[in-house]
């Protein structure tokens, strides 16, 4: 129990003194997180209105593909994003093998189901006669599509919030397509690994609390953001 106290009290310190491998980790983690969600957003959104929005020939075939990869395995990802841009893979020519936009790159993959499900499950449960009254006021599609997407702005907070904790503490893709590299491609999820492997528990505390504060931060601007 003494070596938890006492590795919980060298967390704090690592975190207070500006100790540069932690540093590193979480502007590595920042980086790509940012990346990831920024494109997972910007495709699952529309994506996910026009499946919840739209009725077509094999939707529901559709709706069971993006549900079902909602459960792929980080592992799984990392080994495919690794396949196309190893030196073999078709992609390799691009040289993103162990770099963070490669990070980047498969948890976008991870994400982009989780924001496409839950925002066309958010569109399906939207007031049908919204769409009624938008058409008899004169709106256009353009106008259509944002006042839709204002009216279940909550769900999509939600569905953004789940998505970005995915991405935020998956472990299986940094490490493979990352590589772990220290200063370069180490993630605060892969560092905690590593660290607790060597028996190093102040680092490991360290980045675990500071996962921890990131988690509340982005709950308390979700938060803030559905009160205005």
Excluded at 69 to 81: D, E, K, Q, R, S
Excluded at 198 to 218: D, E, H, N, Y
Aim: hydrophobic share 50%.
């Amino acid at each position: 129990m003494d070596f938890i106290i006492q590795g919980i009290a060298d967390a704090f310190r690592l975190i207070v003194s500006g100790d540069s491998q932690t540093y590193s980790a979480i502007g590595a983690t920042l980086k790509v997180s940012t990346m990831s969600m920024g494109a997972s957003l910007a495709l699952g959104i529309p994506l996910g209105f026009f499946l919840g929005y739209k009725t077509f020939p094999g939707k529901r075939q559709v709706r069971l593909v993006v549900d079902t990869l909602l459960a792929l395995p980080t592992v799984f990802i990392g080994l495919i994003v690794y396949a196309f841009f190893s030196s073999r893979g078709p992609l390799g020519h691009l040289g993103l093998l162990f770099t963070l936009r490669a990070i980047a790159i498969g948890q976008t993959i991870l994400a982009l189901p989780i924001v496409i499900s839950l925002s066309a499950t958010a569109v399906e449960q939207m007031d049908r006669q919204l769409k009624v009254t938008l058409v008899s006021l004169g709106a256009d599609r353009c106008q259509l599509l944002m006042t839709s997407l204002w009216e279940v702005r909550h769900a999509i907070f939600a569905a953004s919030l789940t998505a970005y904790g995915r991405v935020m503490t998956e472990v299986g893709i940094s490490m493979m397509v990352g590589g772990n590299i220290k200063w370069q491609t180490r993630t605060v999820t892969t560092a905690i690994a590593l660290e607790t492997s060597k028996g190093m528990f102040a680092t490991g505390f360290a980045l675990g609390l500071v996962l921890i504060m990131i988690a509340f931060t982005v709950n308390i601007g979700v938060s803030v953001l559905r009160k205005k």
